[in-house]
């Protein structure tokens, strides 16, 4: 449900996922803003009879200007969606950000050097254990990270109480990050990636040699890019506020071990991020300690 620009078709394009396309899981964050919209969503949903809060899957983010009040910032993402639970919250980035607020804005204060000003008083292991005490009040059915490298993770497990449930991350054939998600698996963290498609504009779609494998299987690239996660074992969160294309993409096709080395392999020498973030660390893929 991330949205750079227009955000007033969430609700309705929620709506039409869940009750016309067979969603269950929403993906949604306290930095994009449209947590109300999520909430209402699931209430109509709810009310047409065709699905149950039990069946829904709803993730919300608590972002890292909350770094001190991590249950302070679950609780206004709690009220904006009026739901009483989510289903699974995550850490949105594993860098504190400082704050002067009871808002938790601007999300990306910046430094005089223009880079993202960080509160290095906290880090990404104390983000993590104040939602543990979520997940022991019920205000998280479970918990997790999102964009926390193998480092990250490392150090986190030593000291975390219980095994996050998800990392989220950029991830698809341009990055495919296979020593993270085999890390993460071998830990029993699911990998879900976002930005499947390389955010907005889609640019992967562009990919030559992803054409070639979705000409073979007589599909969309679309179609290829999700498959490929889904075969990986990693779930998959994209975006569209196009009807047909929230329907296409529920659409998954097996992929043959040769086909997925070839999608796993394009990004695999020289992998590239498009979520760039201007924190003044090293964003060094799979290598980085930040
Ligand atoms: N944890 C994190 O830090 C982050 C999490 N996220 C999550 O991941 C989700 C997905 O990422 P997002 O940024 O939305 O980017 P995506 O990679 O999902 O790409 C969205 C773009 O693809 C287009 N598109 C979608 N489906 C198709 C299709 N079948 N054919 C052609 N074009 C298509 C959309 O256009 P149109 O709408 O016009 O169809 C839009 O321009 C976010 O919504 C958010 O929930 C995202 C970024 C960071
Ligand atoms: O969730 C996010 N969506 C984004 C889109 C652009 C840049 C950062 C982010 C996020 O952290």
Same mark, same amino acid.
């Not at 039990?54 to 009026?82: C, N, Q, Y």
């Not at 289903?87 to 400082?98: E, G, M």
């Given at each position: ?18 009750? $016309?396309? %067979? @969603?269950?899981?929403? #993906? *949604? ?7 109300? +919209?999520?909430? =209402? ?70 430094? $005089?050097? %223009? @880079?993202?000003?960080? #509160? *290095? ?7 993590? +254990?104040?939602? =543990? ?158």
């Amino acid at each position: 449900t991330w949205s750079p620009d227009d955000r007033s078709q969430i609700r309705e394009c929620v709506e039409y996922a869940i009750l $016309e396309a %067979g @969603y269950r899981h929403i #993906d *949604t964050a306290y930095l994009y803003g449209c947590e109300d +919209q999520v909430g =209402e969503a699931v209430r109509n949903a709810i009310a047409t009879g065709k699905v149950t809060r039990e069946e829904l899957f709803i993730t919300t983010k608590v972002w890292p200007t909350f770094h001190k009040r991590m249950e302070d910032g679950l609780d206004l993402s709690l009220k904006a969606s009026g739901l009483d639970y989510f289903d699974l919250v995550l850490v949105h980035w594993p860098i504190p950000v400082k704050c002067d607020s009871e808002d938790g804005k601007p999300f990306w204060p910046t430094n $005089e050097d %223009g @880079y993202i000003a960080r #509160d *290095t008083s906290s880090n990404h292991i104390t983000m993590y +254990q104040q939602l =543990e005490k979520c997940l022991e009040n019920g205000k998280a059915k479970a918990i997790g990270v999102s964009n926390y490298s193998i480092p990250k993770l490392e150090s986190l497990l030593k000291e975390c109480k219980y095994v996050p449930a998800v990392n989220q991350c950029e991830l698809h054939p341009l990055l495919p990050r296979r020593d993270l998600c085999d890390f993460s698996t071998s830990k029993g963290i699911v990998m879900t990636s976002y930005f499947p498609f390389g955010g907005d504009g889609a640019p992967i779609l562009k990919n030559e040699a992803i054409a070639e494998i979705a000409e073979k299987y007589s599909v969309s690239s679309s179609t290829i890019l999700l498959s490929y996660h889904v075969n990986l074992g990693v779930s998959v969160v994209p975006k569209s506020f196009k009807p047909h294309r929230i329907k296409l993409n529920g659409k998954i096709v097996y992929l043959q071990k040769e086909d997925l080395k070839k999608l796993i392999d394009i990004g695999k020498e020289k992998p590239h991020r498009f979520n760039n973030i201007n924190y003044d660390v090293d964003l060094e893929f799979g290598k980085e300690d930040w």
